[in-house]
């Protein structure tokens, strides 16, 4: 074949039509390119308003008359049937799984019933059906606080607007049965107007303001992590009037706030075995997502949790927040290069890992509770149990800490072995501790281990009437349930919704 050159040389005439060509080539991708970035802009912009609304409109599916799209992946959280090795979109019995857990919260609700979540759409429904919140059939019933319901629901910010921040939390949980009916949406994370993202939930903007942060100057980058920061984060309930507080005055690191926690002299309940005054982590998804290489690097948890979509050309953000693994193409292969098998063994390994660690010290956590029973029953004094009780605290926050957040050993897994290694460090030590105040007593023998292998069995140890609980929940669901659905749809009929 002969070179262009020659081709060229021998018919100058080939040479314009080769520059031309290249010409057309080139202005074609240009439009192609100028099309996509113009694309891009209009995923972002355009949307024809069918329906006009207040802020407080806690409805999504009158959100959804505007946003389909958004809405129509959103409403994909109902789906439970993805699983992965440790999580996923189904409900998981934890308690079933590990039930050492149900001795680590003996005197304490969440003895009773804990479980892996589910996706947004079942918010409310859940936290109606567990037994944590018990089954507050009269007004005058005992109930958890409103605090409750905070991370629940549209309606929470709609409430508080309209009775007060602090109103709101003092509220009895049952009193505000009616009012919170719409499971977590988009009044949550977005500003009606300009659908800008924006912070619904006081806690989140007081915390970062006693740390002198002002969260309303955050990157647009920072808010797609701050908005789930809203809720996916370790909490207390504070004084008398249970105001939500996130207690990061002294930093975000499990040491920091239990640091926060003991200047305080604070304990979320004593344990009814040990009598340890104890402290409940909640799920410090965010702050140890901070710990990790990803935040490190500036990746948000919308990267991973709700990566960007196509449909008919438009894109938009998938609003279906699941794990990632489930959809690898659109979250990790964005960035990474490697097969999907591949990273999803990297997942699998580092959860692995941390598991094996996780299991050991709840194991040591439940014998040093059972052994501090038993010195108690020996007639141990305060003072000689005074050190091993801070040990059982100290590790048990520290287990809890990195229990609780179900993402935390992939987000951050150096750190949460970090915090494990150190809980098993307390709590060998505490055990250790009980020993030495056994032998004082006059015990040198081994303290024997009830029969604790299976959830039942442990619930029945630890003296909880589980019949009796299940009862009086199925009643509950049955009888209340219904009536705040009625009431909620009845108020609901009333708003203002004008249609274009
Ligand atoms: C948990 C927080 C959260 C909730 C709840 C939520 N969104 Fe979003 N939404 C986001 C994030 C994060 C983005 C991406 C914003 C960005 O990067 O600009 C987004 C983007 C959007 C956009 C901009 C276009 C796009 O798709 O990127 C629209 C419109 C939108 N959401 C509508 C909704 C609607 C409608 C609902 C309720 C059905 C909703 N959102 C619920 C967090 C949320
Ligand atoms: C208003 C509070 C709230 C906000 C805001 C929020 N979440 Fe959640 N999230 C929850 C609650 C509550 C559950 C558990 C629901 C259940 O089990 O019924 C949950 C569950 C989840 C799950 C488990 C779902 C599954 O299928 O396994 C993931 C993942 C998750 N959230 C990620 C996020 C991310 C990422 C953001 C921010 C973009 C976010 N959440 C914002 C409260 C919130
Ligand atoms: C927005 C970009 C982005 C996304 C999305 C992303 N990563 Fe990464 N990932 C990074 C960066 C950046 C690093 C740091 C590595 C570096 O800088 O060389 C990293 C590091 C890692 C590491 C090594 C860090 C460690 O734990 O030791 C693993 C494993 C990893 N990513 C897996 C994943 C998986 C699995 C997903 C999906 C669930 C994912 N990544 C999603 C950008 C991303
Ligand atoms: C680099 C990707 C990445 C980022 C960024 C990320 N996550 Fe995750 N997240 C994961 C992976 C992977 C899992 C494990 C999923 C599994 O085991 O199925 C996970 C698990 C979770 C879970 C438990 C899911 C379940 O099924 O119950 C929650 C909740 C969660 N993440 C919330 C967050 C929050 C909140 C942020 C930001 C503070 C965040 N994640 C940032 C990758 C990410």
Not at 161 to 175: D, L, P, Q, R, T
Not at 249 to 254: P, R, V
Not at 451 to 479: R, V
Request: hydrophobic share 35%.
């Amino acid at each position: 074949m002969k070179s262009i050159r020659e081709l060229v040389k021998q018919n100058p005439f080939i040479g314009w039509v080769v520059f031309f060509v290249t010409i057309v080539i080139v202005f074609l991708l240009g439009l192609l390119a100028s099309s996509i970035i113009e694309r891009r802009a209009e995923a972002e912009f355009v949307y024809t308003p069918q329906v006009e609304y207040e802020q407080w409109e806690p409805r999504n599916e009158i959100w959804g008359k505007n946003f389909p799209r958004e809405y129509n992946t959103y409403m994909q959280t109902s789906d439970t049937t993805f699983r992965s090795k440790y999580n996923g979109a189904h409900k998981i019995d934890m308690l079933a799984l590990a039930p050492e857990m149900v001795v680590l919260w003996a005197g304490y609700p969440f003895s009773m019933e804990y479980n892996q979540a589910r996706g947004h759409y079942y918010a409310v429904t859940d936290v109606q059906n567990i037994l944590r919140t018990g089954s507050p059939m009269k007004p005058d019933d005992p109930s958890m606080p409103g605090t409750c319901w905070a991370c629940k629901s549209p309606d929470v910010p709609r409430m508080m607007n309209s009775m007060g921040i602090e109103g709101f939390y003092k509220a009895k949980w049952s009193a505000l049965g009616s009012e919170i009916a719409n499971p977590i949406g988009c009044a949550d994370c977005h500003d009606a107007k300009t659908m800008n993202l924006q912070i619904s939930r006081p806690a989140l903007v007081e915390a970062f303001q006693r740390q002198g942060i002002d969260v309303k100057k955050a990157t647009h980058q920072e808010m797609r992590s701050l908005v789930c920061a809203q809720c996916h984060v370790e909490y207390y309930f504070k004084g008398d009037g249970k105001y939500l507080t996130f207690p990061w005055d002294k930093g975000f690191t499990a040491e920091n706030m239990e640091e926060y926690y003991d200047s305080y002299n604070f304990s979320d309940w004593k344990h009814s075995l040990s009598r340890t005054p104890m402290i409940k982590a909640q799920h410090p998804d965010y702050e140890l997502f901070r710990m990790g290489v990803h935040y490190d690097r500036g990746v948000a948890c919308a990267d991973c949790h709700m990566p960007y979509k196509s449909e008919g050309g438009v894109k938009f953000t998938d609003h279906h927040i699941q794990s990632p693994l489930n959809n690898v193409a659109n979250t990790c292969q964005v960035c990474h290069r490697e097969e999907t098998q591949k990273l999803i063994a990297n997942v699998f390994q580092r959860q692995d890992k941390v598991f094996e660690n996780r299991r050991q010290l709840e194991s040591i956590l439940a014998k040093a509770h059972i052994e501090a029973k038993f010195a108690w029953d020996k007639g141990a004094t305060e003072k000689q149990m005074e050190s091993s009780l801070k040990l059982i605290r100290a590790a048990q926050w520290r287990w809890d800490f990195s229990a609780a957040g179900h993402g935390s050993s992939f987000h951050a897994p150096l750190e949460v072995s970090r915090i494990i290694g150190a809980g098993i460090q307390k709590s060998s030590e505490a055990r250790l501790e009980i020993a030495r105040v056994l032998a004082k007593l006059g015990f040198n023998d081994e303290v024997s281990m009830p029969d604790i292998s299976t959830k039942d069995k442990a619930q029945k140890y630890i003296g909880l009437d589980m019949d009796k609980l299940y009862k009086e929940k199925k009643e509950f669901i049955k009888e209340i349930i219904p009536k705040w659905k009625s009431e909620a749809k009845e108020r609901e009929a009333k708003y203002d919704v004008k249609n274009y």
